[in-house]
């Protein structure tokens, strides 16, 4: 066969890379190109990384989209078979030439005269001298005869200053592998999901098969694959490494998971850049491996998210800060969601402070309806039952529910609602009267992270601060505004640290009762959608929510049973080597000896604010309070139960000093009010009245009985 003969042009061609080769061999390599160590020093990571107060990685967050880089990877830690693949691949003669194949160029020149597809002569130096140089890189039509001279210059020189083991390093580390794969570190997680270093022989010539058409069809790749492998005479068949090179490339990138709550993803910096926070990894490993085995064991109680925080008292800083179980993008920490119960110690630090309570104050735990625009507010313990008398103390430890809306009528609703919102919690928008007396028991919506910083003032002697992510030099010192009584604030800690006051309703033996000092208090909110758990001790405060983000309620998760658990197990980690002391009380304190007549509890040791103490708590007996009716309430809407019978259904109406007195209904008269009287309730409006013996009216409540909706009412 005749090879055709060359045109004038094809001589042309010759001639120039004659020259070019002649011109290499006398040129000096004096191009000025950077150091192996300010290769490396540029090279950025696409993602920034967030660290906790030690150093240790917490968590690495994509910032820059425009390619996927992973950390720069030494040649130590690259698998000695892809080295092998990619010179294979891509430079045989690179131990031996300096930069410029001679032998390689030559025959490519004269190749390229007698074949219509181009064969390219760059080394691995050359190639690293284009990733190195945008001038030199390649244009859609290819490089031109300037610019390949300038980069077989560059690669002299990179030969002259650099070792073949930092060239190659380099040339891993920066060359792109598939789409937006930069670098050996991101190509060998993304395509394979292993590290550098664990890439085995048909991985590596995957990979090594790449570099010369990173865009190539998976089949293209697989045959180029199995060529070098063949090469190489490395064990294992073709169909294999084609499967795998299938599996490989068909798989999809790992997408950017925002699974870094937005308070911490506004502390990144840049692409590649490392920032410190207040976090404690050891601590958020066990606030968030607590939390998740917690709810995975509540799963049959329809409880599927939670979210902790801790947060150190004194400096404000936020040691542990979980977010959701890791099933879901929600931020719990900053999610607003209906308070609970957990309001009820700033209600009573109010009533305390403005002295219209003491601890030892008894409170009438017994039905009221409170009349409203909507009709009547009627609250209800937890339990359904009523105790008659409870001091402050039980009232708050046992977390009963109408003496708190009757401590909230004494204090106000808007001067209650003024002292939340100076506490921090920022989410509680509306009016006062928007909340009403429902406030006490927590109808407004806070967040877990203000609410915990708000038991952190607590713990500070009634001193205020925001709380801080941010270490280092850019953090804030802390700064404490006097917010709550200190006196005040120490008796309310006394109370929720008192395992007795709290037995009632939670027992001696709870997840409450840590083997340290510790003041807590769990809230649960209207139809069971969120349970909260919040306590802090000398050092620390921890702060649980569990429920779910979607709003649908649990079932039979109780206080102790829901967010507690998780609360104890992160307490009892932060004082394993130093348990927790009780404060040392303010000045502006007495401890006085009180009984209580009758003995509606027992006599004991309490804490009082100077001037409100006393040794006697006497309640007014029955019969020297005013008459009146207690249930309903002038205004109440009554609905009727569609799953109670109507047999058995009733009212209960109850009345206090009414000795004497007489029960009256829609002109009825229905016998003595000094017993309650069970009514077998009928829709419609009635009027209930209290009369004398004479028949004078001497109290009175109109309220309604709703029936039950029927279809399409």
């Known amino acids: 066969m005749r090879r055709p003969a060359l045109s004038a042009l094809s001589a042309l061609s010759v001639r120039r890379a004659l020259w070019a080769l002649c011109a290499l061999l006398a040129a000096p390599a004096h191009a000025a190109v950077p150091t192996p160590a300010q290769v490396r020093a540029a090279w950025q990571p696409s993602e920034a990384r967030l660290l906790d107060r030690h150093g240790v990685a917490l ?34 003669r690179f131990m031996e030439h300096g930069g410029v194949d001679l032998r390689a160029a030559a025959q490519a020149a004269w190749d390229n005269l007698l074949r219509q597809r181009p064969r390219g002569a760059s080394t691995i130096t050359m190639q690293l001298a284009g990733l190195l140089d945008p001038a030199l890189r390649a244009a859609r039509e290819g490089r031109s005869w300037t610019q390949k001279l300038d980069q077989a210059l560059a690669a002299r020189a990179l030969e002259a200053g650099w070792s073949k083991a930092q060239i190659l390093e380099a040339y891993l580390n920066l060359a792109r592998y598939r789409g937006e794969l930069q670098g050996i570190g991101a190509a060998a997680r993304a395509l394979f999901g ?16 790449l570099l010369r058409a990173p865009g190539a069809a998976p089949t293209a790749v697989a045959r180029r694959a199995c060529q070098l492998a063949a090469e190489l005479a490395w064990p294992g068949t073709c169909t294999a490494i084609t499967w795998r090179a299938r599996v490989a490339l068909a798989r999809p990138a790992p997408a950017a998971r925002p699974a870094t709550p937005a308070a911490l993803r506004r502390l990144l910096g840049g692409a590649g850049s490392s920032v410190r926070t207040t976090i404690d990894a050891g601590v958020q490993r066990v606030a968030r491996d607590a939390l998740r085995r917690h709810v995975r064991e509540l ?63 008894l409170l009438d735990d017994s039905p009221v309806g409170i009349a409203q625009d909507d009709g009547a507010y009627v609250p209800q313990n937890y339990d359904r039952s009523f105790r008659g008398y409870a001091s402050v103390r039980t009232s708050l430890a046992s977390s009963l529910n109408v003496p708190a809306v009757r401590s909230l009528l004494l204090v106000g609703v808007e001067r209650f609602h003024a002292r939340l919102r100076a506490l921090g919690l920022s989410t509680l928008v509306e009016d006062a009267d928007f909340y009403g007396p429902a406030l006490a028991l927590g109808a407004g919506e806070v967040t877990l992270l203000e609410l915990a910083n708000a038991y952190r003032t607590l713990a500070n002697g009634g001193r205020h601060g925001v709380p801080t992510l941010r270490l280092g030099p850019g953090a804030k010192s802390p700064s404490l505004a006097q917010v709550l009584d200190p006196a005040a604030s120490f008796v309310v800690g006394d109370i929720l640290a008192d395992r007795a006051a709290r037995s009632p309703t939670f027992g001696l ?31 620390y405060t921890v702060g649980v929510w569990v429920g779910n983000f979607d709003g649908q309620p649990m079932w039979d998760v109780s206080g102790v049973s829901g967010a507690a658990p998780v609360w104890r197990e992160v307490m009892d980690h932060l004082h394993r080597e130093r348990p927790g002391r009780q404060p040392a009380a303010p000045p502006g304190l007495v401890r ?36 009146q009716i207690l249930y309903p309430a002038d205004g109440s809407i009554l609905a009727l139960d569609p799953d109670m019978p109507d047999r058995i259904e009733r009212v209960l109406f ?60």
Not at 697 to 706: A, G, I
């Open 59 to 92: 968590e690495s967050l994509r910032v820059d989209l425009h390619g996927r880089r992973a950390d720069w990877v030494a040649l130590a830690d690259i698998s000695p078979a892809l080295g092998a693949a990619v010179l294979q691949a891509e430079d045989a």
């Open 194 to 209: 292993k590290a550098p270093s664990g890439l085995d022989g048909a991985e590596s010539a995957i990979l090594a098969a």
């Open 299 to 361: 799963a049959g109680r329809n409880v599927g998210d939670g979210a902790a925080v801790v947060i150190d008292n004194a400096s404000g800083e936020l040691l542990a800060y979980v977010a959701n179980t890791g099933a879901s993008e929600v931020d719990g920490v900053a999610a607003p969601r209906q308070a609970g119960s957990t309001l009820k110690p700033f209600l009573y630090a109010l009533a305390l402070e403005r002295r219209v309570l003491s601890a030892a104050s």
């Open 509 to 539: 033996r709870s997840d409450l009762a840590t083997a340290y000092w510790s003041a807590v208090k769990t809230g649960t909110s209207k139809d069971m959608r969120d349970n909260w758990c919040l306590g802090y001790s000398e050092r």
């Open 592 to 627: 006085t000896r009180v009984a209580y007549a009758p003995a509606y509890e027992p006599a004991r040791d309490e804490w009082f604010l100077r001037g409100t103490e006393t040794a006697l708590v006497e309640a007014v007996p029955a019969g020297r309070r005013a008459p």
């Open 654 to 713: 109850r009345a206090q000093g009414a000795s004497g007195q007489r029960w009256r209904l829609d002109g009825t008269e229905l016998g003595p009010a000094s017993e309650p009287v069970a009514w077998q309730p009928r829709v419609g409006t009635h009027r209930l009245e209290l009369v004398d013996g004479e028949g004078a009216v001497v109290s009175s409540s109109r309220f309604e009985v709703r029936g039950i909706a029927g279809p399409g009412d």
